[in-house]
């Protein structure tokens, strides 16, 4: 498999501002992830050996999500179907509640 595609595939997001981005770090990092690096970024989600890279385009605000390492009996699905659904409520918020949460998950 080429090593863009990762373990599983690439999965592009559309619509990612870098608020958004900032968004997700915090919130992942909020989880006890570890997130290393500024694009691209290096997530351990410390879950079943699941290790991910985003890259992001800045010029066409499209977040690149691959898994780089995940433990033998963890399907692809399984992974996507974690990851797939919280992408659209985080390109929906608008852009003051990005700040509102933002803000939140630094106080903590």
Same mark, same amino acid.
């Given at each position: 498999?080429? !090593?863009? !595609?990762?373990?599983? #595939?690439?999965?592009? &997001?559309?619509?990612?501002? !870098?608020?958004?981005?900032? *968004?997700?770090? @915090? @919130? /992942?990092?909020?989880? #006890? /992830?570890? +997130? =290393? ?5 290096? +997530? ?5 050996? +699941?290790?991910?890279? #985003?890259?992001?385009? =800045? ?6 999500? %691959?898994? =780089?390492?995940?433990?033998? &009996?963890?399907?692809?699905?399984? %992974?996507?179907? $974690? ?9 929906? *918020?608008?852009?003051?509640? +990005? @700040? $509102? %949460? *933002?803000?939140?998950? @630094?106080?903590?």
């Amino acid at each position: 498999m080429d !090593q863009d !595609q990762g373990k599983c #595939g690439v999965r592009n &997001y559309p619509n990612i501002n !870098q608020a958004r981005i900032d *968004l997700m770090i @915090a @919130a /992942m990092r909020n989880k #006890g /992830m570890t +997130v =290393t690096g500024a694009n691209p970024w290096d +997530v351990d989600t410390k879950q079943h050996g +699941v290790k991910l890279r #985003g890259t992001w385009d =800045t010029g066409t605000q499209v977040l690149s999500v %691959i898994v =780089t390492s995940k433990d033998w &009996y963890v399907p692809c699905n399984k %992974i996507w179907e $974690a990851i797939d659904p919280l992408i659209p409520h985080i390109q929906e *918020l608008p852009d003051h509640e +990005v @700040a $509102a %949460i *933002l803000k939140t998950l @630094a106080a903590e």
